[in-house]
Nanobody, 121 residues
Framework: QVQLVESGGGLVQAGWSLRLSCAASGTIFSINAMGWYRQAPGKQRELVARITGGGSTNYADSVKGRFTISRDNAKKTVYLEMNNLKPEDTAVYYC???????????????WGQGTLVTVSS
């Protein structure tokens, strides 16, 4: 019964920026790592960025220096700031969270439904 809802996707020109948000809701005891993945047409889903509960981050080589992941634990929200977007960044971006359920303290991996980012040249 935990849900993630992404927002902030859209159509932008190359070189522009977007900020994605992903808010978790439901009966949650705690959230450990959160991350962003993306899937381009005809390609496998890939990790874009991930942030641990302690704030450590990891980025795909293709986005290092351009994207920044952050989180607001009070809001149960993770963000992805994307700068200098390129056409190859075009994909559906999915939010992910590792959650401890507030119902039974079980461990859950939760995915959002995705938000589309399209970068035109």
């Amino acid at each position: 019964q935990v849900q993630l809802v992404e927002s902030g996707g859209g159509l932008v020109q190359a070189g522009w920026s977007l900020r994605l948000s992903c808010a978790a809701s439901g009966t949650i005891f705690s959230i450990n790592a959160m991350g962003w993945y993306r899937q381009a047409p005809g390609k496998q889903r890939e990790l874009v960025a991930r942030i641990t509960g302690g704030g450590s981050t990891n980025y795909a080589d293709s986005v290092k220096g351009r994207f920044t992941i952050s989180r607001d634990n009070a809001k149960k929200t993770v963000y992805l700031e994307m700068n200098n977007l390129k056409p190859e960044d075009t994909a559906v971006y999915y939010c992910n969270a590792d959650v401890v359920s507030g119902v039974d303290l079980g461990y859950l991996e939760v995915w959002g439904q995705g938000t589309l980012v399209t970068v035109s040249s």
